[in-house]
T-cell receptor
């Protein structure tokens, strides 16, 4: 089954404790991205990757890091989480950057206290 | 950069009625306009899309219209059913994907 998986689905952590949210897709997609969803703001892009070892900032990259060492995986790293990063996070993948359907993972709800 | 506005933020309709959600975008270079449906506890899922060289597209009860001159596009759902209740997002795709803030649609039985 074609899918995007994310782990963990729920995470409660404390300010400053480094964490990683994993994302994996099995569709051989070149383009992957991370979004955060906040009430009234929709989905805002954090980072995206057009291929292995090619990543770039989206609209809200501050406080986040990503890496793309393999085509299927695109982890999101919060090296020093803060309460304003409490949000619902989605990973997505597509065939390319423009004009293609994006397939979303199930989401990761992160709470930083 | 691109800015996408979406209205209304909430919409309640009676089962069987039509629902219309409208979006505007700012970047004339955007050329792909998808609509996503997000059910509770799930990720968004594509329901219909339209490209800049097309004015209207229909798929059963769902249709999307695009006015490139005015930078408007709209989602039309006819004969609404309770399972249409969800949050709907429009998006504009030029350099990147930019989503609207979402519309919570409630279909009342």
């Amino acid at each position: 089954e074609a899918q995007v998986t994310q782990n963990p689905r729920y995470l409660i952590t404390v300010t400053g404790k480094k964490l990683t949210v994993t994302c994996s897709q099995n569709m051989n997609h070149e383009y992957m991205s991370w979004y955060r969803q906040d009430p009234g703001l929709g989905l805002r892009q954090i980072y995206y990757s057009m291929n292995v070892e090619v990543t770039d900032k989206g609209d809200v990259p501050e406080g986040y890091k990503v890496s793309r060492k393999e085509k299927r995986n695109f982890p999101l790293i919060l090296e020093s989480p803060s309460p304003n990063q409490t949000s619902l996070y989605f990973c997505a993948s597509s065939l390319g950057r423009g004009g293609y359907e994006q397939y979303f993972g199930p989401g990761t709800r992160l709470t930083v206290t | 950069g691109e800015n996408v506005e979406q209205h209304p933020s909430t919409l309640s309709v009676q089962e069987g009625d039509s629902a219309v959600i409208k979006c505007t975008y700012s970047d004339s270079a955007s050329n792909y306009f998808p609509w996503y449906k997000q059910e509770l506890g799930k990720g968004p899922q594509l329901i219909i899309d339209i490209r800049s060289n097309v004015g209207e597209k229909k798929d059963q009860r769902i249709a999307v219209t695009l006015n490139k001159t005015a930078k408007h596009f709209s989602l039309h759902i006819t004969e609404t059913q309770p399972e249409d209740s969800a949050v709907y997002f429009c998006a504009a795709n030029g350099q990147n994907f930019v989503f609207g803030p979402g519309t919570r649609l409630s279909v009342l039985p």
